[in-house]
């Protein structure tokens, strides 16, 4: 068994969706479980259903919510011969499923009603992708992953319950009809044990795949995306960006943590544990070779590259002149993790705390206000933070010349330096 995560940008248009059973009319011999993402910008339209309802403006909710009808019912016309009339069928059991709840008014915390209407998108697009791949021989069996993957009620980033969830899928392939290779099923979703729709977080598809390949043993997963593979800098910002065929999982993790948009590391660990190599491939280009991600040492990496520009400085100092010690310390960590902040870089000294942070206006302001119990607190805006791993003097001196840097941390493997812009 293998398994394959298309991501939104792989079924945005009907060319992209032809393109992908293009890439599985290859492996129609193969066990394969399939992870689809919701199409194109679907999930960011349901948010702003979502948003609508929850202010109290069904009517808009309603309208919004009709025009990803239409959009899909549409797909589905274009897509489809034989088989539209039970995939309209079974899309307008999904569209009830939202439209019920946009008629009623809001009695629960904004997070339950995100899960319940943005989980849409990914059913959505699973049942036309199930559809087109049957009615093009492509043979598959369609899985609600709600009925698979249990969590708890953490509401937008739900944890999972994996004996119960691999009790569920264990039942689900017994089932499931032993003549079809490929299953069809959505990605970033599941279920509480009331099944109460839930979303799973950052980078969710992903991560149902790498759930879906540890429970099953799987001999790899395959996330398919609209570039070559990983490369060491971003190409709109780095025209010259250059493929890195071979990785391993910590350092992933590592480019991952420094804000490299790539695998996010909740991702990793299910593979890790099994050693289950992960391959980043190209669906325009099939052939292309892409990124191998395993457990194993790789040596010769070049430069990795990555910029987060929007940055802030929080510069905390001890109003007493007392040194930062553990207790200090202690209470910035806490703050951090009650308002849910991930420093980019922390720097202290004798009596001073530097943090710098992506610059979201409310959640600094409250950390302003909370730290300034203890601290003497300044914030400086309008910076741009540079990482770079296996760097080297020319890397370092290119991207660094002519820039004002006002904080850098080096060490042997990694170079982070705050500019100001």
Known sequence: ??????????????????????????????????????????????????????????????????????????????????????????????????????????VRIFDYYYDQIVCIGELLSTIIMSHYLNEEGISNAWLDVRDIIRTDDNFRDANIDWSQTAKNLEMALFTTDQSVNHIITQGFIGATAENESVTLGREGSDYTAAVFANLLGAGSVSIWKDVEGVMNADPRQFPDAKLIGELNYDEVIEMAYYGAQVIHPKTIKPLQNKSIPLYVKCFLNASLPGTVIHNR?????????????????????????????????????????????????????????????????????????????????????????????????????????????????????????????
């Open 297 to 421: 040492p790789v040596k010769a990496l070049p430069p990795i590259i990555v910029i987060k520009e929007k940055q802030a400085l929080v510069h905390l100092h001890t109003q007493d002149f007392s040194f930062i010690g553990e207790k200090p310390i202690s209470d910035v960590y806490q703050i951090l993790a009650q308002l849910h902040i991930k420093p980019n870089l922390i720097q202290t000294g004798a009596v001073s705390l530097t943090l710098c942070l992506d610059d979201h206006a409310e959640k600094i302001d409250l950390l302003a206000a909370q730290a300034a119990a203890n601290f003497d607190v300044t914030v400086e805006k309008g910076l741009e933070l540079l990482s770079i791993r296996h760097y080297n003097g020319d890397v370092l001196e290119r991207l660094s010349e002519g820039k004002k840097v006002i904080l850098k941390q080096q060490s042997e493997e990694t170079v982070q330096m705050v500019f100001r812009t």
């Open 1 to 106: 068994m293998q398994v394959f995560k298309f991501g939104g940008a792989s079924v945005n248009s009907l060319e992209r969706i032809k393109t992908v059973s293009d890439i599985l009319r290859g492996f129609q011999k193969e066990k394969l479980l399939i992870v689809i993402s919701a199409m194109g910008k679907t999930t960011n339209a349901l948010e702003k259903v979502a948003d609508a309802f929850f202010s109290g403006d069904n009517q808009s909710a309603l309208a919004l919510f009709e025009q990803i009808k239409n959009q899909h019912l549409t797909t589905a016309k274009y897509l489809l011969v034989k088989n539209y009339l039970a995939c309209e069928s079974q899309l307008r059991d999904i569209f009830t499923e939202a439209e019920w709840l946009l008629h009623d008014k809001p």
